[in-house]
């Protein structure tokens, strides 16, 4: 984690503007493909270990490693949708391919298409709070959306955007296949679950995603809005705790 890090900062100190930004967004990305290979079993090269073994993330199936990096490589230069044309970075989605969690939010905002990573905004230090309530650290879950781009002024993606992008979410998340998928927010909910049903109605109770056990709660930056839905969410965070444990 550190290593990566360091690398993409002192590339920033380096090299001045938008670039700096987006070879960061490379970094970053490879970063996660290394590891992806380390983890899966491939050591053929120098590598920094984390500190010490216990933050080591479990290792991951290399075949899922695999799957991943083929879905990520298909969307490489993608120009699917009108969303290409305002975007810095892709944002495929990261964490442990192992994860018995994934998270789906809507889309990249500001941060993530800078950084090429999700949630790494405001709402995404508030994700990381949640993450840790429930007794994971943030690279031990995966975390991704309906959407790979930015919407423009963060707009909520539109059907057909979401009708093209979310065959890759679904790939991703078959790849992995958690115990637990964990919806954040309505447009997470309703792409996964093929309706147009308000959140209200979606949360509360176990719904379904091919089989797999998912829960539907409110968006991380809905709740910085409305702090006070924060004690729903916790309800339903406390249900995922529940579906791992089972
Ligand atoms: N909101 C999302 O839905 N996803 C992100 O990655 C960041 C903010």
Redesign the pocket.
């Known amino acids: 984690m550190g290593q990566g890090r360091a690398v993409a900062c002192r590339c920033e100190e380096l090299i001045p503007d938008d670039m700096a930004h987006e070879l960061a967004g490379y970094l970053e990305r490879l970063r996660w493909i290394l590891w992806g290979y380390k983890t899966g079993g491939i050591r053929d090269w120098e590598y920094s270990p984390p500190k010490s073994e216990e933050e080591a993330p479990a290792p991951m199936a290399a075949q899922t490693v695999e799957r991943l990096l083929q879905i990520s490589s298909e969307l490489t230069g993608c120009t699917r949708c009108r969303l290409h044309s305002g975007r810095t970075n892709l944002?495929f989605g990261e964490g442990s391919a192992e994860s018995s969690l994934v998270f789906v939010?809507?889309?990249?905002?500001f941060d993530?298409d800078r950084q090429g990573r999700?949630?790494v905004?405001r709402?995404?230090k508030l994700l990381d709070k949640m993450i840790l309530a429930i007794g994971f650290d943030r690279e031990e879950v995966y975390i991704c959306?309906v959407v790979k781009c930015r919407p423009p002024e963060n707009r909520t993606p539109h059907p057909d955007e979401t009708a093209t992008c979310s065959p890759f979410l679904f790939r991703q998340i078959e790849a992995i296949s958690p115990r637990v998928i964990c919806a954040?927010?309505v447009s997470a909910a309703q792409t996964l679950l093929g309706n147009s049903r308000p959140i209200s109605q979606l949360r509360g109770k176990v719904q379904f995603w091919r089989g797999i056990p998912l829960i539907c709660t409110y968006?991380p930056?809905y709740l910085l809005r409305s702090p006070s839905q924060k004690a729903a969410a916790w309800q339903d965070l406390k249900e995922v705790i529940k579906l791992l444990r089972t």
């Open positions: 944002v939010g809507e889309g990249p905002g993530e999700p949630f905004g709402a995404g959306n954040l927010g968006h930056a």
